[in-house]
């Protein structure tokens, strides 16, 4: 399973980003994905999570209102839409995959992870 993250870059205060991440090597509709976040000097942390029918979402109270997690199928993509971001919400973020079909919002419930994207909110 490959997972390969993009759209980081440097963003104001008050900006958006785009975040995507493909996916290869098994059968991406099947399973949900997530997104998590590492900031200098803290541990990585949830930031949210689609169901595998993309009917169902969960995010982080830290982004709520302000980040929308979607998926195609189609293209075996999954995006992070961030808006209104803010100087905390600076970090590497990450994609992952789970090897189960429920939703997870533990970093101990994803199995394959991306490589990382970064995202650097000046304020």
């Known amino acids: 399973v490959q997972l390969q993250a993009s759209g980081g870059g440097l963003v104001q205060t008050g900006g958006s980003l785009r975040l995507s991440c493909v996916a290869s090597?098994?059968?991406?509709?099947?399973?949900?994905m997530g997104w998590f976040r590492r900031a200098p000097g803290k541990e990585r942390e949830f930031v949210g999570a689609?169901?595998?029918?993309?009917?169902?979402?969960s995010y982080a109270d830290s982004v709520k209102g302000r980040f929308t997690i979607s998926r195609d199928n189609a293209k075996n993509t999954v995006y992070l839409q961030m808006n209104s971001l803010k100087p905390e919400d600076t970090a590497v973020y990450y994609c992952?995959?789970?090897?189960?079909?429920?939703?997870?919002?533990?970093?101990?419930?994803?199995?394959?992870w991306g490589q990382g994207t970064e995202v650097t909110v000046s304020s």
């Open positions: 992952a995959s789970r090897s189960r079909r429920t939703l997870g919002v533990g970093v101990e419930e994803y199995h394959y």
């Open positions: 090597g098994r059968t991406f509709s099947l399973y949900p």
């Open positions: 689609i169901s595998w029918t993309g009917t169902t979402t």
